[in-house]
């Protein structure tokens, strides 16, 4: 299946086809629930227990941690800042929203470069380190062991710091992406109106990227490829760039699977982390620098920055190749 050019969202576009192919039925059902498709999309990123920051149309703010949210409404727990109690917030009432996140990743990323080159350092300086009997001055093997070690306790400190340094990331309104216009076809997929909870196709299309090309399979018609151009808990719209979409809105129910189109780059990144891992034992363990007996803190520290090589390089590779990634 061909790339085509990523469609722009067009709010205009959804109420264009189904005027001019006499759906005023469907228009008046996914008018109303799509004008909180936004809404519902940013609500959908957020996982129970997560800290919530919102702003609403009044001007007054509000905050907690997401107990419970539904297609039109969501829950806050009590929080030391704004509320005693739990609140009920009207999605249709909600200008902006902010979710609280961790630096996790960041801190152990950060963490493991520092640490490495803290190790790399004094393994290149020291003297001691150095496993090589009788050896007075600083050895390559001295550093490798070093820097492995500096990798795994600059990566343990530096995630233990970024659990403990949160930031607040902006689900609404919703950065735009792309330029390109849209190919002209479309297809609706739409949801009956009497569900009070989200319905998980609809959860998984509200949650993909908009640059990313998806493939749905359908029960009782062909398969369809495409970007989404908007999503709400009610429905979708999807610019075509594959298959024969039906003039009438198709029924969300049908749709047996979502996959999106990515990268293998983690197939690639854990290929990469075995193989550089028992390359790296390997190269250390028939070293004839050193006795074996004397070399276990050169073997794992080759052992460490082989598979750390392995890893980044395996991804890099991995991004090559594209790969589809089922989500439903």
Excluded at 50 to 62: I, M, P
Aim: glycine fraction near 14%; include cysteine; proline fraction near 5%.
């Amino acid at each position: 299946m061909a790339l085509a050019p990523r469609p722009q969202s067009a709010e205009l576009l959804l109420t264009a086809v189904l005027t001019l192919f006499g759906f005023p039925a469907a228009a008046q059902q996914l008018g109303t629930t799509f004008a909180l498709a936004e809404q519902q999309t940013a609500v959908a990123h957020v996982v129970p227990g997560q800290f919530l920051r919102v702003r609403l149309k009044d001007g007054s703010r509000t905050g907690g941690p997401l107990i419970q949210s539904t297609p039109v409404a969501f829950t806050l727990g009590p929080s030391i800042a704004f509320n005693d109690q739990d609140s009920r917030l009207s999605l249709g009432t909600v200008d902006s929203l902010w979710v609280r996140v961790y630096s996790t990743r960041r801190g152990m990323v950060v963490g493991a470069l520092i640490g490495a080159a803290a190790g790399l350092g004094i393994g290149a300086g020291a003297a001691s380190v150095c496993p090589i009997d009788g050896y007075t001055q600083p050895c390559t093997q001295g550093a490798v062991t070093s820097m492995a070690a500096g990798i795994l306790v600059g990566g343990l400190a530096g995630s233990m710091l970024g659990s403990s340094q949160s930031h607040w990331r902006r689900l609404l309104p919703r950065d735009g992406t792309g330029s390109a216009a849209p190919t002209g076809t479309v297809a609706v997929l739409a949801l009956p109106d009497d569900s009070t909870a989200f319905d998980p196709r609809a959860l998984v299309l509200m949650r993909v990227s908009r640059d990313d090309l998806l493939r749905l399979t359908f029960g009782d018609r062909g398969d369809l490829g495409g970007y989404v151009v908007r999503a709400g808990a009610r429905g979708a719209t999807l610019d075509i760039v594959s298959g024969s979409p039906s003039d009438a809105p198709i029924p969300l129910q049908s749709l047996e699977g979502i996959w999106e189109r990515g990268t293998a780059a983690r197939t690639g990144s854990s290929i990469g982390l075995l193989a550089g891992s028992l390359a790296g034992l390997l190269i250390a363990a028939h070293s004839g620098t050193c006795e074996r007996d004397t070399c276990t803190g050169v073997i794992f520290g080759e052992g460490v920055i082989g598979a750390v090589g392995g890893f980044f390089l395996g991804d890099r590779v991995g991004h090559w190749f594209p790969q589809w990634h089922r989500k439903y």
